[in-house]
């Protein structure tokens, strides 16, 4: 009579090796997303980066981009490939927070200035000239006559004259500084 002897043999542990498989599959969709999202225009403006750079304690320089992954987390691509996972809710609460508190650029100040001024001229019937960016100052024209200037300084007041040389009068918007020259808005018939 022949006997066979079984010996207990281990029985291989495949819940590592599949968790490991996941871990690799989950780093290869972020690389993807990553890569995605670096090849893409650049959707960040400097003022983005100071917002982000506030909120996650890090230089500006060193954020390349940000993108929202399913819906619940906020990923913060770092330029040096490096990347950080956020909550929504929590992000976007924490950005308007420092949105609040930020300062302007000089930029920024002379986008909202420009629109401010676009909007006062088609509600008095006006063009304007070139703008001086850098002092924020036009001429002002009612059907190609000059009518005066008008302007920002850094006191953050409008300011108009109607001569070159002359006194500047400032007040605290647009209207009121165009009305200054002597500028009614038109009454429709």
Not at 6 to 16: G, L
Not at 25 to 35: D, I, M, P, S, V
Not at 75 to 100: C, H, S
Not at 163 to 184: E, F, M, Q, V, Y
């Amino acid at each position: 009579m022949t006997y066979v002897t079984h010996t207990q043999q281990e029985i291989a542990d495949y819940s590592f090796d599949q968790q490991a498989t996941s871990q690799a599959e989950f780093y290869n969709h972020l690389e993807a997303q990553a890569k995605e999202a670096t090849q893409t225009k650049d959707p960040l403006t400097s003022r983005d980066r100071r917002i982000i750079a506030e909120i996650i304690e890090v230089e500006a320089e060193l954020i390349c981009t940000i993108w929202i992954d399913a819906g619940i987390t906020v990923w913060v691509q770092f330029v040096d490939g490096g990347r950080l996972p956020f909550d929504r809710n929590w992000f976007a609460t924490r950005v308007q927070e420092v949105k609040a508190t930020l300062p302007e650029t000089p930029r920024e100040r002379n986008d909202r200035l420009s629109e401010e001024l676009e909007t006062a001229c088609k509600k008095f019937g006006l063009t304007h000239g070139e703008i001086d960016w850098l002092s924020f100052s036009t001429t002002l024209y009612f059907n190609n006559r000059r009518v005066g200037f008008v302007g920002y300084n850094r006191a953050d007041q409008w300011y108009s004259r109607q001569r070159p040389l002359g006194k500047s009068h400032t007040t605290n918007n647009i209207d009121a500084a165009l009305g200054l020259l002597g500028i009614r808005q038109p009454v429709a018939a």
